[in-house]
């Protein structure tokens, strides 16, 4: 999956000075990568019984649907606060700057559902680490954490614990 690298456009010093921002819009509108990149993450979960796909808001909505589809599955968004009309489950995690929260309705997820949770990019593991305790709070079972872009640098494979996660492009 390296070539769909020369598909993502690097954005230096953005949001702030020293970041490196990968700018998955150019791959999203290529239909060649796009399509390459939602075969990928679908065949690695493909008859393995998921229930749910998860995807995080806001750039996981633009894969999770496509792949829940894909395999079969319903799919579940997992929201910035104060989006979802019903009653949630939420968790607060640490970002770099302070803490975020994110929010999924207390129902979307039932005990013993198998649960994919889709992102774009697996950065620090944070965001990732606490959607996956969303899922296991409400009694479901991560079968498997899917992104796009790793950023092999930063470590978040090891906030994930032994869960299963596919990347599909390491940086």
Do not use: C, W
Not at 26 to 36: C, I, M, N, W
Not at 79 to 98: H, N, Q, T
Not at 152 to 159: C, H, S
Request: glycine residues 10%.
């Amino acid at each position: 999956m390296d070539h769909l690298k020369a598909l993502i456009r690097e954005v230096p010093d953005f949001p702030k000075p020293g970041i490196n921002f990968f700018d998955i819009t150019t791959l999203l509108k290529d239909a060649t990568g796009l399509k390459a990149v939602l075969d990928a993450l679908s065949a690695e979960y493909a008859g393995k019984g998921i229930d749910q796909v998860i995807g995080i808001e806001a750039r996981g909505f633009f894969f999770a649907p496509a792949v829940a589809y894909a395999i079969g599955a319903g799919f579940v968004p997992v929201r910035k606060p104060k989006k979802l009309p019903s009653v949630v489950e939420f968790a607060e995690y640490e970002l770099e700057y302070g803490t975020d929260r994110l929010e999924v309705h207390r129902d979307a997820v039932l005990p013993g559902q198998k649960v994919l949770i889709v992102d774009d990019v697996l950065a620090t593991g944070g965001t990732a680490a606490a959607v996956a305790g969303l899922v296991e709070r409400l009694g479901g079972t991560v079968a498997g954490l899917a992104f796009v872009i790793e950023l092999d640098f930063l470590n978040g494979r090891q906030k994930l614990g032994q869960r299963p996660i596919q990347s599909l492009i390491h940086y």
